[in-house]
């Protein structure tokens, strides 16, 4: 009688463990097809409209000349040369920062962290600004920009980080506030430098710049955050077992044989050069990494080795609609994208403030 309520148990895990990989594989082919049309609506959406098929057959045609079909040069240029580079610049970016921030949720257990409001994005925008006022490490060429901001990154992480140890342990309230008078201290020097330009116009470039926008993406701004996206997210999802543990607590993934002190400056080192690496591209464009990840949660629950692959689709197709938005709500002027997200960011905040401050209360 006892084996056979054990074998009946043991029948009712697997049936839910089945059903939840049921759930997990048909969740991602909705999100697949999801960011699919996102792409090819975004691409159609303009001030010269081109139809979903057009699209990717002046694509195509860029891929296999012998495609070629009776489209215009124009159109050739609005749909593979602007259109197409700035959409899935936007994907790239989006899934960055939502993997990141994914990731820092789980390296500093607080389900309130990202790279804005931690203050690594000020940190890297830092960076980014002393190379495109001063020429600071201009001899690094086109890597310049992202080297830069890279450090500014990791400069501020550790800081933030430092400020919020407490006898060796980590406050989540210390951690916020931390991470809070970081971004401003930062962001203070960012506008101090920016005072300092040489030029009208190179301030204003900066600040522009500094609201996030993916306008005039090309080709070749596609390369180095895919790359740095492919490689961190290939080692993020081989210590998915490690961050489940961390997000546990450190006694837990210690027992489990996790390396915690190691794991931390690898993770450090990880989402600072893939921080650094989106910022210097797109600028600083907040709150994709804290509502993405938290979306991604409710989908799939806690498990890292689903909540990153999620995120990244999640987080791609909200950056590439927030910037339709912008493209088109003040249209024929543009709208910084980092705005758009700011919208939506603020009030997911606040809802998160308050589902979250007992939590945070109870752990001063």
Partial sequence: MANQQQLRKRSQRQSTVKTSQQRYKLLLIVLSIALLVSITLAVTIG????????????????????????????QVQIVWYIRFPRVLLAFVIGAGLSVVGATMQALVRNSMADPYLLGVSSGASVGAVLVLLFGVFSGLGIYAVSVGAFLGALLSFAIVFLLALRQGRLSSIRLILSGVAVAYAFSALTSFLTVKAS???????????????????????????????????????????????????????ATLGTDTNRLRKQLFFVTSLLTGVMVAISGAIGFVGLMIPHSSRLLVGSDHRRVLPVSLLLGGVFLIWSDVLARILVAPEELPVGIVTALFGAPFFIWLMQHQGSKLNGSR
């Fill in 47 to 74: 001030p010269v409209p081109i139809s979903p098929l057009r699209v990717w057959a002046i694509a195509f045609s860029q891929i296999f000349p012998q495609l070629a079909g009776d489209w215009s040069p124009s």
């Fill in 199 to 253: 030029s009208g116009e190179a301030a204003r470039r900066v600040l522009f710049w500094l609201l996030g926008g993916l306008s005039g993406a090309k080709w070749s701004d596609l390369i180095l955050p895919s790359l740095s996206l492919g490689l961190g997210l290939t080692y993020l999802l081989l210590q998915g077992r490690s961050l489940n543990s961390l997000i546990v607590g450190e006694e837990t993934a």
